[in-house]
């Protein structure tokens, strides 16, 4: 065979691993998102995402209960396909406004798990009904730190 062909064939089979390598994770995200609807049925979930400058994403998932209390923190992030959610329990328990105060907790945090802190509480707003007002500020303040 012609090197041409090799190299036709190489990128053929690394396009095949990256397509597995993102079903898989995409199965993980759906797993966790029907344990997380599953198990807390009562109150609201939040999803928010920031891509960084070199690759490195972050997906934040917020679950709050009805009186707006943090009762699950999931942060992923990372530059592959292996990445999985992990719990920040410093954040769990604490009311949501403590969460969109831009001096609060995660004021320091790494930029990206701010920004995306910030799109997740923007859905949760926009669950509730709540007018967008109350985020506007919290994610113009977090993108600023982008």
Known sequence: MAIWQWAILALAAVWAL??????????????????????????YIGAGNAKGRLGKGVIVLVVVDEALRVERFLQMSGRSVFAKFARVPEYEGLPLDALRDASGPLGRAETGV????????????????????ATTAVLRTAEKRA
């Open 114 to 133: 701010a920004v995306a802190t910030a799109r997740a509480i923007e859905q949760i707003d926009r669950a509730r009904g709540a007018g967008e007002e």
């Open 18 to 43: 990256q397509s597995f390598g993102v079903w898989l994770q995409m199965r993980h995200y759906t797993d966790v998102m029907k344990g997380i609807s599953n198990k807390y049925s009562e109150g």
